[in-house]
């Protein structure tokens, strides 16, 4: 069990859905930690000298181990510090847990944002695709409090960082899109609803102002290409 006087530290960015998952993480454990924020896409050389093979946020430094990518951090964490675990306990849990994080990450956000924004004609086809999707998250979730039962875990971090005010949610409002609406997604809002009580989630969503500027900024970047 790590020591509350080791040095941990966190390079970020503010609306990075990945480096605040991890924040919600090491916040819920009550791992003490220096936040350290980038300047994406500028990249430090902190940040290349830590992560040379993706280049990427987040990276984790707890002492002198260095991890980079969300899933390995959040396992790490979960692991190294053991009250308030993350993970199921249940192998075949923690097994769906990790099947549904992945699946939130590879098949759910690579096409919840760039393709809505150059869809333009084809734009209800992307939505339907997307809600498709999410409707599997809709079942999961289903009779729970949250994904992880009863207290926000490992599945609830991942998808909760795109699914609540957060990198893609806050894009399809920019967008004018209800991508889950409430007769729809019953569970879906409800889980939603649950999250933004647990101050912990809120402490870690981006302002909103400065979001949308943000995400409405990228919008039209990409429409232009």
């Known amino acids: 069990m790590a020591k509350k006087e080791e040095s941990v530290k966190l390079l970020g960015f503010w609306i990075s859905p990945y480096s605040r998952r991890v924040e919600m993480a090491l916040k819920i454990k009550g791992v003490?930690?220096?936040?350290?924020?980038?300047?994406?896409?500028?990249?430090?050389?902190?940040?290349?000298?830590?992560?040379?093979?993706?280049?990427?946020?987040?990276?984790?430094?707890?002492?002198?181990?260095?991890?980079?990518?969300?899933?390995?951090?959040?396992?790490?964490?979960?692991?190294?510090?053991?009250?308030?675990?993350?993970?199921?306990?249940?192998?075949y849990e923690k097994a769906m847990a990790r099947f549904w994080a992945k699946f939130v990450d590879e098949q759910i956000l690579p096409v919840g944002f760039m393709p809505l924004v150059k869809a333009e004609k084809g734009i209800y086809v992307a939505i339907e695709e997307i809600r498709e999707m999410l409707m599997f998250l809709e079942k999961e979730v289903t009779g729970k409090d949250f994904f992880g039962g009863k207290?926000?875990?490992?599945?609830?971090?991942?998808?909760?960082?795109?699914?609540?005010?957060?990198?893609?949610?806050?894009?399809?409002?920019?967008?004018?899109?209800?991508?889950?609406?409430?007769?729809?997604?019953?569970?879906l809002n409800r889980w939603i609803k649950k999250l933004n009580e647990v101050e912990i989630v809120r402490e870690c969503i981006p302002p909103k102002d400065k979001h949308i500027e943000r995400m409405n900024k990228i919008v039209e970047r990409a429409k232009s290409t």
């Open 32 to 91: 003490p930690y220096e936040y350290l924020e980038e300047d994406l896409p500028k990249k430090s050389t902190l940040l290349l000298e830590l992560n040379p093979v993706h280049k990427k946020v987040p990276v984790l430094i707890h002492n002198d181990k260095i991890l980079s990518e969300s899933h390995v951090i959040l396992e790490y964490i979960d692991q190294t510090w053991n009250n308030n675990p993350i993970l199921p306990q249940n192998p």
């Open 151 to 187: 207290t926000i875990g490992f599945l609830d971090m991942v998808a909760g960082s795109i699914m609540i005010p957060f990198c893609l949610a806050r894009a399809w409002e920019c967008m004018g899109i209800d991508m889950t609406p409430e007769d729809t997604f019953p569970e």
